[in-house]
Each structure stands twice: as C-alpha cells, then as structure tokens.
C-alpha cells in the first residue's frame, strides 16, 4: 500500500487483501457499477480468489451460506439495490438461522462526500438503518484506512455465526 491508498481515497487492492487476510476463497456478485473498475475485474482475476457470478443477489445469500456450511469462507459482492432486492434472504438464511454472511455492498448513487444517511437518495440512505433493524453489524468503507476493520470483522462472523457487511461509501480506484 501507498501513502496515496490513506489519502481519502479507496483502494480495491487493501480491500483484496484484507479478504484474503481473512481467509475468504469465494467472491459471489452480481454485476457491480460501483465496484467494478476498482474491485470486482481485479478479483476476478485473481488466481487466489474464485468468483463466482450470479443472476439475482438472493442466489449469491444462498451460496455462501452452502459455502460456510463446507467449511469455505465467501464474500458477497452487491449493489444497494440488489441488498434491497434480497432483504427476506438476508433476513431468513443469515439473520434468523445465524449463519456468516459476508456482505459487501456498493452504495449506487451515493455522493462521494457525503455519509449514506446523509445522502439525497432514498435506496442509499436507508441501507444502514436496514442493518441496524435486522441486527447486523455493519462498517463503513470510505477510505484505505477503514480496510482495517474488514478481517477482524469476517473473523467475529465465522467464529460466532453471524452475518457481517461492509458498505463501500465510494467506488474503490484499483
């Protein structure tokens, strides 16, 4: 990492490390706008992590929570929108069942300094209380610096079966 990958930017490489720091083998998505320059077309060709792409957001909830079951570590990689779509999944498989969902969601339409409660779009703003109701810890990603938080993070939901996610607050730069 660079002194420039602390300057208020996002780097999607110490966001790569730091899931792989934390064991995670599996990256599920759904096409990304907000992450795709700086995060997902870099996971997706890496050799150390497999990417497996789906349709819908609730078939990538259902497939890491299989993956946890085999012992495999997994991250989901959506949209705001897509977390909206797939709240009853969310809610079922990893609130009501305990299970350790990863989550990171790209926040679509959030302007870049503001924080997402404070933003002019509704499927921004609302991600957070979302979380907060349904009882999931949550980080916000908005700087290199915050990458710090995401292995300790999925560690805690592994250990104690519960879902985790981190709200990406600006596109990560590669």
């Known amino acids: 990492m660079t002194a420039a990958d602390h300057n208020g930017s996002l780097s999607g490489r110490a966001i790569i490390h730091a899931i792989k720091a934390a064991g995670v083998e599996y990256v599920v998505s759904v096409p990304d706008i907000v992450t795709s320059d700086g995060l997902l077309w870099p996971i997706s060709r890496d050799a150390d992590l497999t990417h497996i792409r789906v349709c819908k957001e609730d078939e990538g909830v259902s497939i890491c929570t299989a993956l946890a079951y085999c012992g495999k570590r997994a991250l989901l990689l959506i ?53 907060d109701v349904m009882g999931i810890a949550y ?36």
């Open 79 to 131: 949209q705001n929108t897509g977390f909206l779509d797939s709240i009853n999944a969310i809610r079922a498989i990893a609130v009501e069942y305990d299970n350790p969902l990863c989550m990171m969601i790209g926040l679509q339409g959030k302007e870049p300094d503001v924080l997402p409660i404070q933003s002019d779009k509704v499927s921004v703003r609302i991600v957070e209380p979302m979380l």
């Open 139 to 174: 980080h916000l990603l908005q700087t290199t610096a915050n990458t710090d938080a995401i292995a300790p993070a999925i560690e805690a939901a592994y250990r104690d079966d519960h879902p985790v996610c981190f709200v990406i607050g600006r596109s990560p730069s590669e």
